[in-house]
């Protein structure tokens, strides 16, 4: 009996621990957001899943989906603290809502922001000297609900978001909140 209560309990699907680096919004900006976030809403009627304030961030570099934490947490922590080490700290303007036809209701800045991209790099490099890599592309976003219904870009009142640190985040699919593993303050000169 035993075995068959173990052989059930391997059949059990493990859940996906995703790993990523990412700015978080802090409580002032996440604030903000969530304050275009309703006032959107309630201008269009939306229907959809609300992304809560202490999830709201903008994703620089995913480092994979693992079955748990990954083997190598210790060699990703290092690139982000070294990462963080040679890019000093800047701002960023949020200029734009948007849908995805995925149903994903967005911020996004206007175009490329090359200060974000610059940062993306460095982490990418730093994983690299760690014998590591990063996945995905990048466009960068703050992911604000999941919709039901399609919403046309429009331009909102810039919001300024003001990148002091980088973030080590560990997600648990199905699960309300995140993990952070890792927060490094910019200090590159």
Known sequence: ??????LLDSAKPELKHSIYFALRAGAGLGGEIIRYRDDIGARHRIKGTLVPEERLHLTLLDVGTFAGLPPRLADVLRAGEAASELIAPFEFLLTHVQAH?????????????????????????????????????????????????????????????????????????????????????LSGK
Request: hydrophobic share 35%; charged share 20%; proline share 9%.
């Open 1 to 6: 009996m035993d075995e068959q209560l173990s």
């Open 101 to 185: 036809p995925n149903g994903v209701l967005m911020l996004t800045p206007d175009g490329q922001v090359p200060l974000l991209k610059t940062l993306r790099e460095e982490l990418q490099r730093q994983m690299v000297r760690q014998g590591l890599k990063g996945t995905g592309s990048f466009s960068p976003h703050v992911t604000l609900a999941y919709l039901k219904q399609r919403l046309a870009k429009e331009a909102i009142g810039p919001l300024t978001w003001p990148v002091t640190e980088i973030t080590l985040i560990h997600s648990i699919e199905n699960q309300p909140e995140v993990i952070e593993l890792g927060r490094w303050p």
